[in-house]
């Protein structure tokens, strides 16, 4: 089974946390799937990463529909609750991770515009704050985001929290502090969630799966 990922991504990393977890073997291409050379639209017409190929069968894209995917392959160890409304809770929990996640992908691409759109950045940055702000809230004291083992909600919010990373150490917060002056480094401003990142670091599927920024060598935006 192949990956074709993207270093720096926290929606492949996704995939990659539940890959391990599940003990299921796998191998990774990484690549930047807006350069030419890409061989993402031979899997994907969205041309967007990550895209899982099995051994057999069809290639498999979208991060949200290869955790479905993988959860029906491979139902063991489940990454979902068995009760049905933690499973809800869990799914809850992904799904503002992720929009956390798009927003701040979108704010990078909109720093590398000649002219920013002031709108367009207050917007994704309210989406971030609040988005960050609701699941340190939802993290209180708690070791797992939902339950008592590790499940999709930590692989997201852990995924989203690596992201968050990525931007500090490539420069983002002093340029998004010019459109949120409030803007601060998502430890300062979250204690539950930099609990709940220290928590679950060195957890092998978490520690191995470190996201790293690429070089872009194409113009993107």
């Known amino acids: 089974m192949i990956l074709i990922s993207a270093s720096p991504s926290p929606f492949a990393r996704k995939v990659r946390i539940a890959l391990i ?52 392959k491979y139902p063991t160890p489940a990454m979902l609750p068995a009760d049905p409304d933690a499973a809800l809770e869990a799914r809850l929990i992904h799904t503002i991770a992720e929009g956390v996640a798009d927003a701040t992908v979108l704010l990078f691409w909109e720093m590398q515009r000649e002219q920013i759109s002031a709108e367009w950045a207050r917007r994704q940055l309210r989406k971030v704050k609040g988005g960050l702000a609701d699941l340190d809230r939802r993290a209180g004291d708690r070791a797992h985001m939902v339950g008592n083992r590790f499940g999709l909600a930590d692989i997201a919010v852990i995924a989203l ?11 983002m917060i002093p340029a998004w502090q010019r459109f949120a002056p409030d803007m601060a480094e998502w430890r300062m401003l979250y204690p539950n969630l930099a609990r709940f990142e220290v928590l679950h670091r060195d957890r092998p599927s978490v520690r191995d799966t470190a996201p790293f920024m690429f070089d872009l060598a194409e113009k993107i935006v």
């Open 161 to 171: 929290l690596g992201l968050q990373d990525t931007a500090i150490e490539t420069g």
């Open 21 to 72: 977890e599940k003990g299921i073997p796998f191998t990774v291409e990484n690549e930047v799937p807006w350069h030419a050379d890409s061989s993402t639209p031979r899997y994907n017409p969205l041309e967007q990463l990550p895209v899982l190929i099995p051994d057999t069968g069809d290639p498999v894209f979208e991060s949200s529909y290869i955790l479905d995917w993988l959860e029906v």
